[in-house]
T-cell receptor, first 110, second 115 residues
Framework: QKEVEQDPGPLSVPEGAIVSLNCTYS??????FMWYRQYSRKGPELLMY????GNKEDGRFTAQVDKSSKYISLFIRDSQPSDSATYLC??????????FGSGTRLSIRP | DSGVTQTPKHLITATGQRVTLRCSPR?????VYWYQQSLDQGLQFLIQ???????AKGNILERFSAQQFPDLHSELNLSSLELGDSALYFC??????????????FGEGSRLTVL
């Protein structure tokens, strides 16, 4: 079993829709939970990080962590074509390893 | 621009050959991470260095090796290359040893094609 599971997509939604991206993880030692965004032919860049269970909001983006079920989500409101990218969840353990999910390819149709 | 520089951007070579990928971290960052990204495996952690010393190891093959030099740049050496080694290789850096917030700054990657 992979430490981090993520649906690879692709996911295609119309502009303005609410997008939900999800990951599950198996290692209870993970302490930090991140979402990275990767545009085509570019390196990933950090979008959001959370430490505890609950929600964290940043503009149109909301990250949600449920440690009891080992489930993390990223919601994008009022999605824009510029949000089209691959979104990778990542988890960080005390062993200093940051483990990435395989990424979900998202396309926002104008 | 993340401030992390990787060279070369593209590399085409043959099976059995050896290549070296180079990474210059952001100014002041002490930790360097190497990741391999392929279509079917996602972003796989290879190895991390902190201030010249190996800090953590992931799924790095024995044919691969890395080091971080006193000026903090890092090199990833891939030898006896196989077709399956074709991938994007990313370097990332962070200021701290353990990257407390999980924020890594990635370079734009080196695309390796093994023919």
């Amino acid at each position: 079993q992979k430490e981090v599971e993520q649906d690879p997509g692709p996911l295609s939604v119309p502009e303005g829709a609410i997008v939900s991206l999800n990951c599950t993880y198996s290692n209870s030692a993970f302490q930090y939970f991140m979402w990275y965004r990767q545009y085509s032919r570019k390196g990933p860049e950090l979008l959001m990080y959370t430490y505890s269970s609950g929600n964290k909001e940043d503009g149109r983006f909301t990250a949600q962590v449920d440690k009891s079920s080992k489930y993390i989500s990223l919601f994008i409101r009022d999605s824009q074509p510029s949000d089209s990218a691959t979104y990778l969840c990542a988890e960080y353990s005390s062993a200093s390893k940051i483990i990435f999910g395989s990424g979900t390819r998202l396309s926002i149709r104008p | 621009d993340s401030g992390v520089t990787q060279t070369p951007k593209h590399l085409i070579t043959a099976t059995g050959q050896r290549v070296t990928l180079r990474c210059s971290p952001r100014s002041g960052d002490l930790s360097v991470y190497w990741y391999q990204q392929s279509l079917d495996q996602g972003l796989q952690f290879l190895i991390q260095y902190y201030n010249g010393e190996e800090r953590a190891k992931g799924n790095i093959l024995e044919r691969f090796s890395a080091q971080q030099f006193p000026d903090l740049h890092s090199e990833l050496n891939l030898s006896s290359l196989e077709l399956g080694d074709s991938a994007l290789y990313f370097c990332a850096s962070s200021p701290q040893r353990g990257s407390n917030t999980g924020e890594l700054f990635f370079g734009e990657g080196s695309r390796l094609t093994v023919l």
